[in-house]
């Protein structure tokens, strides 16, 4: 079964900065099957990313996703109050398999 | 609108038996795989098992199998988890989910449910 591995666990920036995640994979990920979650404490997640770099629907443009095989990576270009947040990475191209990353935290610096 | 409303909250004692649900509505619930995620708290997310209610193909994560069932009742777009025999650490938020293609498997999660809270304690 594929692990996934994200770094950094925690990252303290302030409203404004850009945010770099990353997800990396134990073995390449078929067809970038690959995807990002937000999650709020006492919510269910919340797909942002799929196919390592397709918003969902409703995600605004300051989160993108990049990277193939083992590595990818998630992007926010300017953080907004709201997105201080727990982020999981996903694959589900080894079906059936549904891993998940450990998850990063951003917080408020 | 696409929802999955699961069952309230459950306080159980271990040894006891559980069955927890997940209804879905504003879609063909027959069409798309439903699974099942479990987060203990302060954790991260564990994918336990997937079933496609059309047929009730079901396929377990190796770290589940054997542990909890997953099952469903397309006649009322219920999807269902549950065990038989309930411990200390089963203590934990479960979500079920849905596949965002129809008959797919390899598609990602677009909707959730509001999650289960399960505490077993004796």
């Known amino acids: 079964e594929i692990v996934l591995t994200q770094s950094p666990g925690t990252l303290s920036l302030s409203p404004g900065e850009r945010a770099t995640l990353s997800c990396r994979a134990s073995?390449?990920?078929?067809?970038?099957?690959l995807a990002w979650y937000q999650q709020k404490p006492g919510q269910a997640p919340r797909l942002l990313i799929y196919?390592?770099?397709s918003r969902a629907t409703g995600i605004p443009d300051r989160f993108s996703g990049s990277g193939s095989g083992t590595d990818f990576t998630l992007t926010i270009s300017r953080l907004e109050p709201e997105d201080f947040a727990v982020y999981y990475c996903?694959?589900?191209?080894?079906?059936?398999?549904?891993?998940f990353g450990p998850g990063t935290k951003v917080d408020i610096k | 609108e696409v929802q999955l409303v699961q069952s309230g909250a459950e306080v159980k004692k271990p040894g006891e038996s559980l069955k927890i649900s997940c209804e879905g509505s504003?879609?063909?619930?027959?069409?798309?795989?439903i699974v099942w995620v479990r987060q203990m708290s302060g954790k991260g997310l564990e994918w336990m098992g997937i079933?496609?209610?059309?047929?009730?193909?079901?396929r377990y994560s190796p770290s589940f199998q054997g542990q909890v069932t997953i099952s469903a009742d397309k006649s009322i777009s219920t999807a269902y988890l549950q065990w038989s025999s309930l411990e200390a650490s089963d203590t934990a938020i479960y979500y079920c989910?849905?596949?965002?293609?129809?008959?797919?498997?390899?598609?990602?999660?677009?909707?959730w449910g509001q999650g289960t809270l399960v505490t077993v304690s004796s």
């Open positions: 989910a849905r596949l965002s293609v129809p008959y797919a498997l390899t598609t990602p999660i677009d909707y």
């Open positions: 504003g879609y063909s619930f027959t069409n798309y795989w």
């Open positions: 079933i496609y209610p059309g047929d009730s193909d079901t």
């Open positions: 073995q390449g990920v078929s067809s970038s099957y």
């Open positions: 196919g390592a770099s």
């Open positions: 996903q694959q589900y191209g080894s079906s059936p398999s549904f891993t």
